[in-house]
Structure formats: C-alpha cells, structure tokens
C-alpha cells in the first residue's frame, strides 16, 4: 500500500501563513466578545498583559495603581488576562471566609525560601493544623507574659530619644521605631536581642533582612524563576537573593544554637512555645518548619509595627487638635504615674481616643495595602451574582476597602473620631489584619498591644514636633509587598514634659 505523501514545507508554512491573521483576530478579540471575564471592566491594555502590573509593582506603586482602576471602573476591576480586583464587601467572606474554597496563589509559594509556613501554606488543612499548633503562642494570657519584654525594649527606646532631645539633636523616628520593633520581636522570636537600639543595624543578619526586601516584587510576577535569581542578570535581584539565603542560615543557626543552650526554666519567648507545641498525634515541628517559621514571625512583627508607628505619628503631630486630645486623654488616664515609666497596657487599652487613632492609622496607611491574590476554585463560582471561572485569579486590597468613600466618607481625611460611630459596614471593609477568616493575622492583638504602649509612652513623655517640613510626598507609600514612607526618615524634636 503507497504511502501518502506528506505536505511540504512549503505547503505548511503557506497554511501557517493563512491561520495567522485568523489566530491574531482571535486574539484581539477573545477579551472582548468570549472570555467568561469580558463583563468585568478594566483598561484595554490590562486584558491583554499582565506586564503593566509587573512593572508598577518593581516602581512600588501596585496598590496606588489598582486603586486609581477601582477610583474609575467600581468595585470590579480586571487587572491582567485572568485576575480581578475586587473591593466589594459582599465578596469578602466569599473569597477569605471560614467556608471559603478559595486556594492561595503561587505568589505565596516563592516567599521566604518557598518553605511553607503560616502565612504561605496554601493547603487550607494544612494550615488550619499549623495554626491549631501555633495558636496558644497568641491568646490574650500569652500576650500579658510579652508585656514585660515590649515595656523594657520600650523604656530603652524612650530613653535613648530623650538623651537626644536633651543634646539638642533631632529624632529620626522612623529608624527608631525599627530598631525598636525589631529589637522586640527578636527577643519575642529567639529570646535575644540584637540590640539594635544601641548598635542601629550594624547587625549583619539584620541588614541582610532589609536587603532581601527589594526581590518581592520579582517574586510576585515571575516567582518560578525564583530558583535562579542567583543567576539573574539584575545586582539587585543577586544581592537580594543572597541577603535571603544568608538570612534563612542565620536563622536556623539561632535555632540550633538555642537547642543546645541548658533551657531556662519558664522562659516565654515563640520558639520554645514552637518547640513545645505538638499536633493530634503528639508530633513537633519539624526542624526546618521552626526555622522559618521564627524567620516569618520576625518579618511580620518588625516592619508592619515601624511604618505603622512612622506614618500614625506623623499624622498626630501635624494636627494640633489631634495631638491635643490624645494629650488631654493620656493625661487624665496616667496622671498619676510617672512619665518616665511605660504605660501599662491595662491603663490605656480601653482609651477611647487613643484607640480611634490606631484604628484611624491603621486604616489610612497600611502596612501591608495590596493585593491577597486567590484561585477560584474547581467548577467555578459566583460571587455577588458574578460567575468567574476556575482558576481565575481574585483579590482584594486594603488601600482600596478602606477607602470605600461610603462607608469611609472624606476617606483620604485622617480622622480619628470617624470610630467612634462605627458602623457594621465599618468593620466589614477595615482588613489591615486582613479579611475576617482562617487567614487573619494570628498576630494582631499583640501588635495592637505594641502599638498602644508606644505611642502612649511617648505622647504621654514628650511634647513631639517636627524638626524640619514633612511633605506628603516624603510619607508617601513606598509597596515592595510591606509598605513604608518613600522618604526614609520622620525627624522630629521631643521636649520632656514636666
């Protein structure tokens, strides 16, 4: 039997030539008329690519640019090819509830050493066991034995910027509140300290902590490339990459030389609580999973506390009435204590002003604004009379919720008193911890803690000013996944009260 013949060469690249115009048609016109997203709008160029969204995120400017889509398109905005932003409160419980079958995405899987920890797990029973196992190092009891620790790393802190302001030097507040914070939640973490309220970040591991900052951006977009970054052809992403892996060695040196260290009898600090806890079948930890996961705890208790603290006071001291009834507020409560000693945090956690500005900063400048990107799951769902199919990509950010100009009227004003009549609407859309569900911050009454007794112990200690202008454009948001002011710096003059 004769074989047919096969088509030439020639034949096939004729045919390939005569579907071409056909494919680049389908192409342009898939978005538009077939795609099961086409209802959702968006910009033209962002149906297309993802890469105007890759290169806002390197510029550190992601959430700045998806909210100014949701300022014009709505609460629904496509993104890319096959994600979608949301600020619709009704599909929050639906994307991050307790019931929600909504996975994390990938860009989760490439963060810190693509370990899975608490933050990053993407299998939801997976999680809920880990966080089963780590939840006791966080009820309220636990949090009251960490006061101790944040008041003395508090006292220390007050006292190195009461010497300056006595020298007549001004206080660059932003580097205070991270030598501060970081200083707690490696005493929290490892029961040590770096000192870095003494040494500033002269700390090798520290500085390696800060330098592996600027890959995030990378990692967001293209984090399958994340086993080559040393090889990339970018410094940055080469010294970024390396901070990271000296960073995860450190960390696990810490841990193995704590193990090996005779331990002191009712000591308080995460890593013997890890190190203690078990799961259902009386199991710990594995090795490499405590490593990590004390590295994760002191990037999530460091710069979020800092740039949050940075960004509050700045907003307290430019408004005098603000400043005056925090004041007025701290005085009738502490009255009789000495301004030289640390608040304690039963004292102030019920101040109702005090508690309103937390809220307020919290709101307005968030620490961590952007996108918590979800898959839709298999089969597809419908989310507020929206069907997406799976695998779509779905997220919400806390810049744009908690600017929602009808649950937040005049919502780019920093107003405290806004909570004092705060409202179900209120509560539904305010995420800086992140939605209500299995995935809100396992941290957040501790932070809350942190952040009441510091800014109390300083307001209440010392009359704060600004040693030079502060610009908007200086305390503008600066997003590398955590956020912080573009400028670097809140120089102030602080004066003792009598």
């Known amino acids: ?30 978005p538009w008329y077939i795609s099961p997203l086409r209802k959702v709008r968006g910009p033209w160029y962002a149906i297309y690519t993802k890469w105007w969204l890759a290169y806002k995120t390197w510029k550190g400017v992601r959430a700045y640019a998806i909210h100014e889509l949701h300022l014009k398109y709505g609460p629904w905005v496509r993104i890319a090819p096959d994600e979608v932003s949301t600020s619709d409160s009704q599909a929050l419980g639906p994307i991050y509830g ?13 963060q810190l050493r693509g370990i899975p920890e608490l933050f990053t797990m993407s299998d939801r029973k997976a999680h809920a066991k880990r966080r089963r196992e780590l939840a006791h190092l966080f009820t309220m009891t636990t949090i009251k034995e960490y006061e101790s ?56 591991f520290i500085k390696d902590i800060y330098g592996l900052l600027p890959i995030e951006p990378v990692r967001w977009h293209f984090g399958f490339l994340n086993r080559y970054a040393h090889l990339a052809p970018f410094k940055f992403i080469r010294d970024a990459e390396a901070c990271g892996v000296r960073t995860f060695e450190a960390a696990r040196n810490i841990v193995a030389d704590y193990k090996e260290k005779p331990q002191r009898p009712g000591r308080k600090d995460l890593l013997q609580k890890m190190l203690l806890a078990r ?38 001291v ?44 919290l709101r307005i400048d968030t620490a961590i604004p952007g996108s918590v990107p979800r898959y839709v799951p298999r089969g597809g769902a419908y989310i507020n009379g929206r069907y ?40 539904k859309l305010y995420v800086p911890f992140g939605a209500d569900g299995p995935r809100k911050c396992i941290g957040m009454h501790l932070a809350m803690m942190e952040l009441r007794v510091i800014l109390a112990a300083l307001f209440h200690r010392f009359e704060v000013s600004f040693a030079e202008l502060v610009t908007e454009e200086s305390m503008r948001m600066h997003e590398l996944w955590l956020a912080s002011p573009k400028g670097g710096k809140l120089d102030c003059v602080v004066k003792e009260k009598v």
Not at 6 to 22: E, G, K, N, V
Not at 165 to 177: E, I, P, T, V
Not at 332 to 355: G, Q
């Open 279 to 316: 799961d259902e079948d009386g199991q710990p930890l594995p090795d490499v999973e405590v490593d990590i996961q004390a590295l994760a705890f002191m990037f999530a208790g460091a710069h979020t506390t800092s740039s949050s603290l940075t960004w509050i006071v700045w907003r307290i």
């Open 98 to 110: 307790v019931s929600s079958n909504f996975v994390k995405t990938e860009f989760y899987t490439y």
């Open 149 to 204: 620790i944040v008041s003395e790393n508090v006292k220390t802190c007050m006292d190195l910027i009461a010497a300056q302001g006595r020298a007549g030097k001004s206080c660059n507040l932003y580097d205070w509140w991270h030598y501060l914070s970081m200083d707690i939640v490696c005493e929290l973490s490892f029961g040590l300290t770096f000192d870095m309220l003494h040494h500033g970040t002269e700390n090798t």
């Open 388 to 427: 997406f199919p799976e695998r779509t990509i779905i997220s919400a950010q806390a810049y744009t919720c908690h600017r929602d100009p009808v649950v937040f009227p005049d919502p780019d004003r920093f107003w405290p008193e806004r909570w004092l009549d705060e409202t179900p609407a209120m509560r």
């Open 318 to 361: 430019r408004d005098p009435q603000i400043h005056r009834k925090l004041n007025e507020e701290l005085d009738a409560a502490l009255s009789a204590e000495d301004r030289h000693a640390v608040p304690r945090h039963a004292s102030i956690e019920n101040l109702t002003y005090l508690n309103c500005i937390v809220k307020e900063g």
């Open 1 to 30: 039997m004769a074989s047919l013949p096969l088509p030439s060469l020639t034949a096939l690249s004729w045919i390939a030539l005569c579907a071409l115009p056909f494919l680049v048609i389908y192409w342009l016109l898939y």
